[in-house]
């Protein structure tokens, strides 16, 4: 059964998409702990990051780092930390997060309450940012 993530590859679920080529797809968590929390997916579903093939770990690492760059031009930040939990859906997967300080990555529980103009704004930010 494809993961939630495939769903949103597939077009079947929808997601505030950030940035995506043939292999990555970038899109604004919907339970972020900060404006602007993103994940970097491969397109390639694979639950483990680590069982990733050398090849696409690789890419999916230079596509986060691209991704972060971008985030951090359009929200204001001291750095984008980034995260891998990855037990609750079954896909490789990157959290990039928008920080002041390290409390903003370590307190992964507390989250942000969006509303969906507030996603769409900050999507559309991040996504005119990303080269």
Known sequence: M???????INGE?????????DNYLAFLDIFPTAKGHTLVIPKKEVDYIFDLD????Q???QFAKKVAAGLKKAIPCQKVGIMVLGLEVPHAHIHLV??????DLLNFSD????????????????AAEIE
């Open 98 to 103: 928008p920080m002041q300080s390290e409390g």
């Open 13 to 21: 679920i929808p997601a505030y998409k950030v940035a995506e080529d």
């Open 54 to 57: 050398d090849e696409t770990y």
């Open 2 to 8: 494809p993961t939630i993530f495939t769903k949103i």
């Open 59 to 61: 890419g999916l690492n």
């Open 111 to 126: 989250k942000v309450q969006l509303s969906s103009e507030e996603f769409e704004e900050i999507r559309a930010k991040i």
